[in-house]
C-alpha cells in the first residue's frame, strides 16, 4: 500500500511558477513508476507527467513540454512537479499517482494509488 499527499498548489498569475511536491507513505516508493495528473472543472482528469521508478524516463503532456518538469528523490519518498510559465488554461487540481512498472504512463487507469489532490489557479 501507498499513501500520497500533495502540496504546493495556490493562486498565481500568469507567467509564474509552482512547484508541487508529493510525499508518499507505505513500502517500497522507489518501486513505482510515478505520475502527475490534473483535472478542470467540467473536464475529465489528463496525464501531465511521469517519471519512472529510477528517473531514468520522463514523459510529458504536450501542453506541458518545456515548462513543466517532473522530478523524484526516492530517498525522501517524493516526486515533484516544477511548473513554469503558468498559464490560466493551467488551472486545475493536481493529482500525484503511483502504479508498478507496468509500462502506459500516460493511462490514469493503470494507477492504483492516487493522492487527494493540491488546487492550482492561474489568474491572467
Known amino acids: 500500500q501507498l499513501q500520497l499527499v500533495e502540496s504546493g498548489g495556490r493562486l498565481v498569475q500568469a507567467g509564474g511558477s509552482l512547484r508541487l511536491s508529493c510525499a508518499a507513505s507505505g513500502r517500497a516508493f522507489s518501486s513505482y513508476d510515478m505520475g502527475w495528473f490534473r483535472q478542470a472543472p467540467g473536464k475529465e482528469r489528463e496525464f501531465v507527467a511521469a517519471?519512472?521508478?529510477?528517473?531514468?524516463?520522463?514523459y510529458y503532456a504536450d501542453s506541458v513540454k518545456g515548462r513543466f518538469t517532473i522530478s523524484r528523490d526516492n530517498a525522501k519518498k517524493s516526486v515533484y512537479l516544477q511548473m513554469n510559465s503558468l498559464k490560466p488554461e493551467d488551472t486545475a487540481v493536481y493529482y500525484c499517482a503511483a502504479k508498478i512498472n507496468t509500462g502506459d504512463y500516460y493511462d490514469k487507469s493503470k494507477y492504483p494509488y492516487w493522492g487527494q489532490g493540491t488546487q492550482v489557479t492561474v489568474s491572467s
Open positions: 517519471i519512472n521508478w529510477n528517473s531514468g524516463s520522463r
